[in-house]
């Protein structure tokens, strides 16, 4: 017999998964080319998701469901809340660029969208390696049919294809290392493990060897060196508008199971995990920047980026447990949540004015396409430069409070390699705001190539004026964002 508190646990997944399949049969009904009904009724239901989680997060409750099998905490519920948030923003900007591209014949962006983030919500909620497990794979298999949705594009058809043959491989890796981890521990569930990790009780040799193909797994969700090799290839085939669904709101998933394998299920084994993903950070810092200067387009310049930027959030989850002592655990951990927010919503706007610069048979996708951008059009202009000096981490961007929180918890740590590593890290950076700012400069000072003005409705241009000013804002006023993500990790550390 199932309680109501698990059933009021997942009320937010249920009731997206009833309007997921009431939208896919209301789609039936013959629509205009920007499908307005499916995207009123897709907008209206994730308002009230996001609604219900921002109130479940913000009760400061903790609900375990299903024989503990799900979990509704703090951190949950922000995360949802913010994931919802990021996915109806991502319609919004990528609705009139799908219909100029026949990507609207079907209700598919749409649905299929809601059933990714319902794949998210499980894998932020889940409390057992099987549910995380399933969740993973409803949106990794979303994820796959939106990159192909465009069928007679031979570009995104390609990048779905690597997408697919890597995603399957990484999420072989990770259920093997789950399975290795239950081998040793006796349970799927990850309260259990812990305990059973914390008794001494077992091999420790295999819990080693299960860690690694978990991390591996974990590292291709984040798009870390070296499981990154999707990455560039898929974020330059895809259409933009699917480029951004799987570049956004899913490292707010990929972090939430990160937390929840590694920090909730397997700290005792931080001395090992840590070094991995040092090892992984520093690569990725490496790569990802060096890579990022010699690219032309700006959507691939834009996913080495991503590899840079995820090395960030690795840094801060590294840096929570120094000699076996976790004092500075909650820091670090919320200063790594505060980066992977802001940079999702940083990456909403940047590829908001990617679509938004592109036109019918046109994609707006070389760096030189941006040439005179300030002359067309000094908003996107000047939105595209906030999110540019935001990544680079240049003040009073929220990029730059996102860099320096990560940075201020590595080097609170005392131990002399991780300052090696913060500094490392700081002079990547300077490597980085080369390809950012060479952006800006072909934006305000190259002639522009064509004196087109770009056209968007008045609600794109209200959403995406927002977006670029909370990059500006949550810079100078970061402290409540961050007070947000403290409480999140500091009740999922707690319980």
């Known amino acids: 017999m199932i ?19 009431v939208i896919a049969l209301v789609d039936l009904r013959p629509q205009g080319p920007l499908r307005s009904l499916t995207f009123t009724f897709t907008m209206a239901t994730l308002a ?31 995360l949802k809340c913010f994931a919802t948030v990021a996915v109806m923003v991502t319609l919004v900007y990528g609705r009139p660029y799908s219909a100029t591209r026949d990507m609207l014949r079907g209700g598919e962006l749409f649905t299929l969208g809601l059933f990714a983030l319902l794949g998210m919500f499980i894998m932020i909620s889940g409390n057992n390696f099987l549910v995380i497990y399933m969740g993973l794979e409803l949106l990794t298999l979303s994820s796959y049919a939106l990159v192909a949705l465009r069928r007679d594009h031979a570009g995104a058809v390609e990048a779905a294809m690597k997408y697919f043959v890597l995603g399957a491989m990484a999420s072989g890796f990770l259920l093997y290392g789950m399975s290795m981890m239950y081998g040793a521990t006796g349970s799927l569930d990850i309260n259990a493990v812990f305990k059973a990790i914390v008794s001494g009780q077992v091999r420790h040799q295999v819990l080693v060897f ?10 291709f969700k984040l798009g870390v060196v070296p499981f990154h090799m999707w990455i560039p290839d898929v974020y330059q085939g895809a259409p933009t508008a699917i480029t951004l669904m799987i570049g956004g709101a899913p490292k707010l998933a990929a972090f939430a199971i990160t937390m929840r394998l590694l920090v909730e299920g397997m700290l005792p084994l931080a001395i090992d995990w840590q070094q991995m993903l040092m090892v992984l950070a520093i690569g990725s810092l490496f790569l990802g920047n060096m890579a990022a200067i010699a690219q032309t387009n700006l959507k691939r310049m834009l996913a080495f980026s991503t590899i840079s930027q995820m090395g960030f959030v690795l840094i801060g989850l590294m840096s929570g447990v120094v000699n076996g002592n976790t004092i500075s655990a909650a820091n670090a951990y919320s200063s790594a949540m505060f980066y992977v927010i802001t940079y999702v919503m940083t990456t909403l706007a940047a590829f908001g004015v990617i679509m938004l610069l592109a036109r019918e048979g046109f994609e707006s ?37 996102a860099k320096l929180s990560v940075l201020q918890a590595l080097i609170a740590s005392g131990e002399t390699l991780y300052l090696g590593v913060a500094i490392f890290a700081v002079l990547m950076s300077l490597v980085g705001a080369f390809y950012y700012l060479r952006v800006v400069k072909v934006m305000y000072f190259d002639e522009p190539i064509t004196v087109s003005h770009v056209i968007a409705s008045n609600g794109v241009r209200l959403v995406l004026g927002i977006n670029g000013a909370l990059v500006l804002v949550l810079g100078i006023f970061p402290a409540g964002l961050m007070a947000l993500s403290a409480q999140s990790i500091l009740q999922m550390l707690g319980t």
Do not use: K
Not at 374 to 394: D, E, H, K, T
């Open 3 to 21: 309680d109501q508190i698990s059933w009021i646990a997942v009320f937010p997944e249920v009731l997206l998964l009833v309007m997921a399949c």
């Open 48 to 78: 009230v998701v996001a609604a219900l989680e921002g109130f479940y997060a913000s009760t400061g409750l903790t609900l375990y469901g299903f024989g503990n099998m799900v979990v509704a905490d703090t951190m949950a519920g922000w």
């Open 210 to 219: 299960g860690l690694v193909f978990v991390v591996a797994g974990l590292a």
């Open 365 to 401: 996708e070389e760096i030189s396409d941006f040439a005179g951008l300030n002359q067309r059009s000094p908003l996107y202009a000047g939105v595209m430069a906030a999110c540019l000096f935001s990544m680079a981490g240049i003040p009073p961007m929220v990029g730059f409070y």
